[in-house]
């Protein structure tokens, strides 16, 4: 596909327990995302990356840290899973902040704490 | 606060008739509007966007038509295929105004076309 791999596609955890989402891009684009995906909320951004080391915070960042040491990595960690936080997770890549063409997103990783 | 509204959850149409999905926004500052469709287990693609100094941006059986004074921009897709049958996301962004730049989406609206 377009070069954007999440790992692992499904994760099931427990309440309580650290999680680490990866995103990973062969496209050397400098933007990297990550959105949740929820029932009656369509898709809200967590934090977001404009470059190596350089992460901010989205509409939905509580509970959710980032990191980018490399162009091509994007780490989503849950310092402590809830349930709240039981959702698809996509990662999303572009390569500048001319958005007429959006961005490209990975094929999502499902993730139940349960 | 939801600045990127589809009020419609889900919109169920004739194979070969016209489908229209419709968005409204509240943000005065967005310059960029993207549709995005999503099949499931799939991550949303890139559909068609529109530009806020254009009113109609057209690509094969998709056009996107936007409405500044009223807010509002609408997909036609004509004419409708079974295999446009997935939950299409209207999304918004401004450099000002919040954003950033990122882009903001609506809750999306899930289309069936039947054969």
């Known amino acids: 596909d377009a070069g954007i791999t999440q790992s692992p596609r499904h994760k099931v955890t427990e309440t309580g327990t650290p999680v680490t989402l990866r995103c990973h891009q062969t496209?050397?684009?400098?933007?990297m995302y990550w959105y949740r995906q929820d029932p009656g909320h369509g898709l809200r951004l967590i934090h977001y990356s404009y470059g190596v080391k350089d992460t901010d915070k989205g509409e939905v960042s509580d509970g959710y840290s980032v990191s980018r040491s490399k162009t091509e990595d994007f780490l989503l960690t849950l310092e402590s899973a809830t349930s709240s936080q039981t959702s698809v997770y996509f990662c999303?890549?572009?390569?500048?902040?001319?958005?007429?063409?959006?961005?490209?997103f990975g094929s999502g990783t499902r993730l139940t704490v349960v | 606060d939801q600045q990127v509204k589809q009020n419609s959850p889900s919109l169920s149409v004739q194979e070969g008739r016209i489908s229209i999905l419709n968005c409204d926004y509240t943000?005065?500052?967005?310059?960029?509007f993207l549709w995005y469709k999503k099949y499931p287990a799939e991550g949303p693609t890139f559909l068609i966007s529109?530009?806020?100094?254009?009113d109609k941006n057209e690509d094969g059986r998709f056009t996107v038509f936007l409405n500044k004074s009223a807010k509002h921009l609408s997909l036609h897709i004509v004419p409708s295929q079974p295999g446009d049958s997935a939950v299409y996301f209207c999304a918004a962004s401004a450099m000002d105004g919040g954003s950033q730049g990122n882009l903001i989406f609506g809750k999306g609206t899930k289309l069936s076309v039947k054969p």
């Open positions: 943000n005065s500052m967005f310059d960029y």
């Open positions: 999303a890549i572009s390569e500048s902040k001319a958005r007429s063409y959006g961005y490209t």
């Open positions: 496209e050397n684009h400098r933007y």
């Open positions: 529109i530009s806020s100094i254009k």
